[in-house]
């Protein structure tokens, strides 16, 4: 199996800074894109940024020029630095990883989620 774990949230005033991170571990043969999505209250699940094993990041337009992903593939983890943080980015944040893992003598995907962490931005 592998596991997702997060850490770096927090409570921040408004245009304070956090860093994020989620590090994969378990038999991992390797890992394709890595990202993190966002919930808040009463809002659907969305995309923040997402980064992939040798592409560029993709980021959603409302964090754009404030947040910044990045991996070290070494150590199987996403960071996500947010800067110029909003209350409106109060929210869970959730990491995601796409997973290549060896069974049974074949290559299988699965995608997995770290447990949330909260983020919380006072006016």
């Known amino acids: 199996q592998v596991q997702l774990v997060e850490s770096g949230g927090g409570l921040v005033q408004a245009g304070g800074s956090l860093r994020l991170s989620c590090a994969a571990s378990g038999r991992i043969f390797s890992i394709n894109a890595m990202g993190w999505y966002r919930q808040a209250p009463g809002k659907q699940r969305e995309l923040v940024a997402a980064i992939t094993s040798g592409g560029p990041p993709n980021y959603a337009d409302s964090v754009k020029g404030r947040f910044t992903i990045s991996r070290d593939n070494a150590k199987n983890t996403v960071y996500l630095q947010m800067n110029s943080l909003e209350p409106e980015d109060t929210a869970v944040y959730y990491c995601?990883?796409?997973?290549?893992?060896?069974?049974?003598?074949?290559?299988?995907?699965?995608?997995?989620w770290g447990q949330g962490t909260q983020v919380t931005v006072s006016s």
């Open positions: 995601n990883a796409d997973v290549r893992r060896v069974v049974d003598g074949r290559l299988r995907r699965d995608d997995y």
